[in-house]
């Protein structure tokens, strides 16, 4: 951190503490109630926030791990398991869908002046 910035926070921080002291002070049974919400509403959001999964490492994680150890050691059956999953380099899982765009239309007399 630049001297600037050490000088800031410096200011920051003892403005901050200043105007705990005033407000504990003036009303001490607010400012304790007030952080003791804040720490119980950052509590709660930590506790059952849904981003998390678990504690625990997950199965495939583990498997995996374990997998790592054998280190080139495949199995027949992972070999099979293996070329069923690589795709044929012919096959392609796009299917073209004729259009009528360019075409001249077929029946005139049937279109439609509203769409």
Known sequence: MTNAT???MVILFSLAAVGLVISLQA??????????????ILFAL?????????????????RALRNQKRK????????????RLKRQPGQNPFKV?????????????KKSYYH
């Not at 009303?27 to 119980?40: E, G, K, Q, T, Y």
């Not at 869908?97 to 007399?109: A, T």
């Open 6 to 8: 050490k000088f800031f």
């Open 27 to 40: 009303n001490p049974l607010m400012v304790i109630l007030s952080i003791v919400f804040a720490v119980l």
């Open 46 to 62: 930590s506790r059952f926030s849904g981003g998390r999964t678990n504690r625990y490492t997950d199965k495939g994680y583990q």
């Open 72 to 83: 080139g050691k495949i199995t027949p059956v992972e070999v099979q398991k293996l070329t």
């Open 97 to 109: 869908i004729e259009g009528n765009k360019g075409k001249p239309p077929k029946d005139k007399e």
